[in-house]
């Protein structure tokens, strides 16, 4: 039995998430989830807090959607904050499971988190957004 994680980043949609639909098709059992990044609450350099209030108030009821399309297919969306790789390795302990669906984001700080991940001996499978597959294809 496969067991795996659906990493649930920026896309947080089910209809169109390219992530989510392979990792449904390539697992017995799937674990959805959202890490809430530490540095939410963290101030820049400058002062500033990292994450707007309008950014966390969007990303609340984008979650919440979420968990109800997710209940809709008879599942839960685990919401959890903290460091990644510590997650997903007591997920692996708990669950068995060490493939890991998510959108690729080509940004610095998800890349040296990705490379973590990888390193750790997860297997993590990517999927690309869907404007970046079509422009692929012209």
């Known amino acids: 039995m ?39 609450e963290e101030k820049t350099s400058w002062g500033f807090s990292r994450v707007s209030e309008n950014r966390k108030i969007f990303l609340e009821e984008s979650l919440r959607d979420l968990q109800k399309q997710l209940r809709m297919m008879g599942s839960e969306l685990l919401e959890i904050t903290g460091d990644p790789l510590a997650i997903f390795k007591d997920l692996h302990f708990k669950f068995d499971a060490n493939r890991i669906y998510c959108e690729k984001i080509e940004a ?21 957004p869907f404007y970046l597959l079509s422009l692929r294809s012209s």
């Open 2 to 40: 496969i067991t795996s994680i659906c990493w649930f980043r920026c896309d947080l949609r089910l209809i169109d998430n390219p992530a989510f639909k392979q990792a449904c098709q390539e697992s017995d059992v799937l674990l959805p989830i959202y890490i809430h990044p530490n540095y939410f």
């Open 108 to 128: 610095p700080e998800e890349l040296e988190q990705e490379a973590v991940i990888r390193k750790a001996g997860f297997n993590l499978k990517f999927s690309h």
